[in-house]
């Protein structure tokens, strides 16, 4: 018997953190998940968290100049004026 080795990674959009258009969302009902998860080209790097999703690597029709490609990419999340340090925790005392 072989065994391999899984990873699993799970992606949720916040709803209420989106602003505008959600692209994961968009990508997910377009291509499916899986798909989704291959064109984040910085996934397998990201550690549990909260991240916000980037457009990057567009490619352009060469004719009409309309996106015809393009990939995502995770960047932390941090919101204004917030420390995500372990300092900035409240202690449990």
């Known amino acids: 018997?072989?065994?391999?080795l899984h990873?699993?990674?799970?992606?949720a959009f916040l709803r209420r953190k989106c602003a505008?258009?959600?692209?994961?969302e968009?990508?997910?009902d377009a291509i499916g998940a899986k798909d989704t998860a291959r064109i984040i080209i910085n996934l397998d790097e990201c550690a549990d968290g909260i991240y916000e999703v980037v457009v990057c690597n567009e490619s352009h029709?060469?004719?009409?100049?309309?996106?015809?490609g393009y990939d995502?990419?995770?960047f932390p999340f941090a919101a204004p004026n917030?420390?995500?340090s372990g300092a900035a925790l409240p202690s449990s005392d």
Do not use: P
């Not at 029709?61 to 015809?68: L, N, R």
């Open 1 to 4: 018997m072989q065994r391999g």
């Open 72 to 74: 995502l990419k995770l």
């Open 26 to 28: 968009e990508e997910a």
């Open 7 to 11: 990873i699993k990674k799970s992606l």
């Open 20 to 24: 505008g258009f959600n692209v994961l």
């Open 61 to 68: 029709d060469f004719e009409s100049g309309h996106v015809d």
């Open 82 to 84: 917030v420390e995500l």
